[in-house]
């Protein structure tokens, strides 16, 4: 067992020594070593099958290798190198996320979730703190189950997939929300908030955006642009149940974007009606796949 303590140890300093070169290869070195030392630590208690029952051993090595290095390695931290083994033993990761990313993700029990949250972090180039909203946000489990069985067949993915169901609203002072204005005011005041519960690439335009039809104005809630998916996005605010005339009148307001806004090489454009409470019979005989339902949740 002493071997296996000085292999941990001697990679530990080793990490020590490369933090001080340049960022990226310090990165890539420190995960390199941590999975090294997640598959000694694995087989220090007798391999796999017995690693589970070695709690006790990987509490000493932690107090021993904080004591005799001057810095803290947790139990904690070590058993995030055995996850980190584990995980990467059966699927490679990028060495441009961080250790501290992939302790964030690491708590996490589904794997699918973690390749999720690691494709959104590459994707947007994600900082630990966004990440950590993102998972407490719970984005992943909020998305449909056939946008999940598209991520696992690896299937192209399109705008009406990533939009997650229910949105969060933030609601710090416990407003009544009696009217649409009230949501909307709520959505407006943390406006980015708002566009991350959508997803990736969503861009605010206007609220109140006024379209002409025929001698009257009508006023679209929030007019959104989502930039990877290259299209407009009509958003309408509901504080009731889903009833079938809110269908009609986002579809006018759709094809008014498509026919008056949106550009030759824009995709067609996204209706989004966010409800207080969906309803699956209405849902059901909506047959235009570009309008989406989603409820939301004020938290």
């Known amino acids: 067992m002493d071997n296996y303590y000085d292999q ?31 598959k000694l630590l ?67 029990k589904n794997r699918k979730a973690i390749d999720y949250y690691i494709n959104k ?13 993102l998972i407490k946000s719970k984005e992943y489990e909020r998305l449909p189950e056939n946008t999940k069985n598209k991520l696992i067949a690896k299937e192209e993915i399109n705008i009406t997939d990533v939009v997650p169901n229910p949105i969060v609203i933030n609601n710090p002072n416990n407003v009544d929300i009696v009217k649409e204005k009230v949501l909307q005011q709520l959505i407006l005041e943390d406006i980015p908030s708002f566009l991350e519960q959508l997803g990736s690439g969503f861009t605010f335009i206007k609220n109140e955006y006024p ?56 995709n067609k454009t996204i209706g ?3 409800s207080k409470l969906n309803n699956k019979y209405i849902i059901k005989y909506c047959t235009n796949p570009n309008i989406l339902f989603k409820e939301y949740l004020i938290k």
């Open 8 to 38: 941990i140890k001697e990679r530990l300093v080793d990490v020590e020594i490369q933090n001080r070169v340049k960022d990226y290869s310090k990165n890539k070195y420190t995960l390199e070593k941590y999975y090294e030392i997640g």
């Open 42 to 108: 694995i087989e220090a208690q007798g391999g796999e099958k017995r690693a589970k029952y070695g709690g006790r051993l990987i509490k000493e090595y932690a107090i021993k290798l904080s004591n005799e290095l001057g810095k803290v390695y947790s139990y904690r931290s070590l058993n995030y190198m055995i996850k980190y083994y584990e995980y990467q033993k059966v699927q490679a990761v990028p060495a441009n996320l961080s250790w501290s990313h992939y302790i964030e993700l690491l708590s996490l």
């Open 121 to 133: 972090c590459i994707q947007g180039n994600l900082s630990t703190r966004k990440l950590r909203t």
């Open 211 to 266: 379209i002409k039809l025929g001698d009257t104005y009508n006023y679209i809630d929030i007019l959104l642009f989502n930039y990877i998916y290259n299209c407009f996005v009509v958003v309408e605010l509901k504080v009731n149940e889903l009833r079938k005339e809110y269908i009609g009148q986002i579809e006018t307001y759709v094809n008014y974007i498509d026919n008056n806004v949106k550009q030759i090489n824009h």
């Open 272 to 274: 989004i009606i966010v």
